[in-house]
């Protein structure tokens, strides 16, 4: 096992919640602002935003989204925006209003990883600062409402918020399934469940900061959870979400 800054900073990734009352320096922001300016980027066609939220009102709105009540409380509120809207304008403006691949899932997936891609990027490098920080799938509990909030335009999908600040919390390491159930050689190979009962064993020693009363459940109980269930679940609403922003609108 090779060390060196970076690895170990990675290795040691947790998630924090809960942040001092301590903002970033514009030197920090600028600097993270920059390394998500130069994530790879599909094609060359850079169709990522961000959008700082310091307005007290649109993060309340973010923290009810989430249902989250560390969202907004302290830190740096970050959301990163698949953005296909900036090419359509240049595109207009050069006399070109052929929207039809801008429409089609492929694009909107590629600009989705462009996005998610700068989000890992810009947490990386907090962290090596000693910062921490969150990533917040939350914010597509209602799509609708953080569009509406940060007068997002068609051709545009809030895919995840960063939350980042100075650490007030030390939480365990949470572990992960091993490396032999997810690196396979060629070809995919299935895995034993049953083989999962020592990392069960491992993952039920887990206290998550959100709850610090009891241990979180097994990782196979999670999976057998509601989460994967058939019932109707909060975010249902995404795929409409998309096709009133004009994307994905060939599925």
Known sequence: MIHNFTIDHQLNHRTIRKFK??????????????????????EFL??????????????????AVSTQPYVG?????????????????????QGNFDDRRIEKTEMFLQAYEDTVLAVQNVLIAAESMGL????????????AKIINTLHLPKHTFPTLGLQLGVPDQEPQLKPRLPLNKIVFENEYQDIDPASLKDYDQIVNTYYDLRDTSRRIDTFTDQVNGAKLNGTPQVRDQI???LHDQKLCLDL
């Open 73 to 93: 409380a302290a830190g740096e509120l970050l959301m990163f925006i698949t953005d296909l809207h900036r090419n359509e304008l240049i595109r207009h403006h």
């Open 132 to 143: 921490g920080g969150v990533i917040l799938g939350s914010i597509q509990n209602e799509p």
């Open 46 to 63: 850079q169709q990522m935003t961000i959008i700082r939220v310091t307005d007290p009102q649109k993060r309340a709105v973010i923290r």
């Open 21 to 42: 009352d301590q903002p970033l320096t514009d030197e920090q922001l600028t600097t993270l602002f920059e390394v998500a300016r130069q994530t790879a980027s599909s």
């Open 239 to 241: 795929a409409q979400a």
